[in-house]
C-alpha cells in the first residue's frame, strides 16, 4: 500500500532550522532511521505514529505534511542544536564539544516519543553487530510486517533472520512490552521516571544500561544520558576524558540507584555514562552521538582525517 505522495504537497507545513542542520547524517546517528524509508526528496515514515509522515530539507527549512513543528522538530533531530547547547559548558568540555562540532555542525539528535516499543526494539537489536547492514535492516522488515506497535507481538522473529540478537528479542518482548506499556505516559520523559524504568528494564535477562541509556536518550530525549561503546571508548581515551580505570555502567549497580538525583552509586565517580554527563551536561548524549558517526564513518576505516586521535 501506497502511504506517501511522490511529492510533497506544496500547501505543506515547514519549519525553519539551524543553517547547518543536516537531516541524513542527524537521521544516520539515531535509532530513529529504520523509521524511515528515503526517498529522492526526503524521508518518509512508514511505521506506527504518523505513518505517512514525510519530511525534506531545504536550506535552513524542514517541510512536512503531518503532525506539528515541534514534532517534526524531535524525528528530525533538528530540536537539539549543538551550537546553543554548548554555551553553558565548563571552558574544557566546550574546546572538546567544538572539536567534533567542526567535523559535524549539522548534527541533531533525532529521537522518538512516541513509537517507545519500536525504539526499544531497535536498541535492543543493535548490540554487538553492525548497525546498518543487521539492525536497521531487521528492524525494518519487523515494521513492515507489523505497521503499528499494536501489532509488533504478531511478527515471528524466526521469519526475519536468525541472529542470537532476534532469538533474545523473541524470548523477553513480552515482558519488555509490558514493562512500556506500563509506561508511556508523557511522565516517561523525566529523569526521575526514567530512572524508575530503568530498574524495570535492567530486571530483564540480555538487557543491560546500555540499552536502557540508548532508549533513554533516542526515545525520550534525555540527553544527558550517553551509551557507552568501543567509539567513545577509543575516543575518550585520546581527549582525556576516561581514565583508564573508569567503568561502563554495572547492570547490578545500575538497577538499584538513582544515580543522576541521589549520587547514590558506589563507582559514580568512575562510571563513564556519569563522568560524561558531569562534563557535558545536556550534551553528553550528544558528544557521545558524535563520535559514535566519526568511529563508524571515519575511525573503523583507519582514517582519522579531523586528527581527533592526536590530544
Known amino acids: 500500500m501506497v502511504i506517501f505522495d511522490k511529492q510533497l504537497n506544496p500547501d505543506g507545513q515547514y519549519v525553519e532550522v539551524w543553517r547547518e542542520f543536516n537531516l541524513d547524517e542527524s537521521l544516520n546517528a539515531s535509532f530513529v532511521l529504520p523509521f524511515f524509508e528515503k526517498h529522492s526528496r526526503g524521508y518518509v515514515k512508514f511505521y506506527g505514529w504518523n505513518r505517512g509522515?514525510?519530511?525534506e530539507c531545504e536550506a535552513d527549512t524542514l517541510r512536512f505534511n503531518l503532525g506539528s513543528p515541534n514534532e517534526v522538530l524531535m524525528l528530525s533531530g533538528a530540536w537539539f542544536n549543538p551550537h546553543l547547547e554548548i554555551a553553558n559548558a565548563s571552558r574544557n568540555a566546550r574546546k572538546i564539544l567544538?572539536?567534533?562540532?567542526?567535523?559535524?555542525?549539522?548534527?541533531?539528535?533525532?529521537i522518538n516519543p512516541w513509537d517507545k516499543i519500536g525504539m526499544l526494539y531497535t536498541v535492543f537489536l543493535s548490540r554487538n553487530t553492525d548497525y546498518y547492514r543487521n539492525t536497521v535492516i531487521w528492524v525494518k522488515k519487523i515494521f513492515k510486517i507489523a505497521e503499528t506497535e499494536?501489532?509488533?507481538?504478531?511478527?515471528?522473529?524466526?521469519?526475519?533472520?536468525?541472529?542470537?540478537?532476534?532469538?533474545?528479542?523473541n524470548k523477553v518482548r513480552g515482558k519488555l512490552t509490558s514493562i512500556l506499556k506500563d509506561n508511556l505516559s508523557v511522565e516517561s520523559h523525566s529523569l526521575n521516571k526514567f530512572l524508575e524504568i530503568r530498574k524495570k528494564l535492567l530486571s530483564v535477562e540480555y538487557c543491560g544500561p546500555k540499552i536502557a541509556h540508548g532508549w533513554g536518550l533516542f526515545s525520550l530525549?534525555?540527553?544527558?544520558?550517553?551509551?557507552?561503546?568501543?567509539?567513545?571508548?577509543?575516543?575518550?581515551?585520546?581527549?582525556?576524558?576516561?581514565?583508564?580505570?573508569?567503568?561502563?555502567?554495572?547492570?547490578?549497580?545500575c538497577a538499584y540507584s538513582k544515580c543522576f538525583i541521589s549520587n547514590d552509586c558506589k563507582i559514580i565517580d568512575r562510571c563513564i555514562t556519569y563522568k560524561m554527563y558531569?562534563?557535558?551536561?545536556?550534551?553528553?548524549?550528544?558528544?557521545?552521538t558524535a563520535t559514535y558517526l566519526y568511529g563508524a564513518k571515519y575511525l573503523s576505516k583507519g582514517k582519522d582525517p579531523f586528527k581527533i586521535l592526536r590530544r
Open 278 to 288: 558531569k562534563s557535558f551536561g545536556v550534551a553528553a548524549g550528544w558528544l557521545q
Open 221 to 253: 530525549g534525555l540527553t544527558c544520558l550517553s551509551q557507552v561503546d568501543r567509539h567513545l571508548l577509543r575516543i575518550g581515551e585520546a581527549l582525556g576524558i576516561i581514565d583508564p580505570d573508569d567503568k561502563i555502567p554495572l547492570k547490578n549497580l
Open 150 to 169: 499494536d501489532k509488533l507481538s504478531n511478527v515471528r522473529f524466526n521469519n526475519i533472520g536468525r541472529s542470537y540478537q532476534l532469538r533474545q528479542l
Open 98 to 110: 567544538e572539536k567534533f562540532l567542526e567535523v559535524f555542525p549539522g548534527l541533531g539528535i533525532a
Open 53 to 55: 509522515l514525510r519530511i
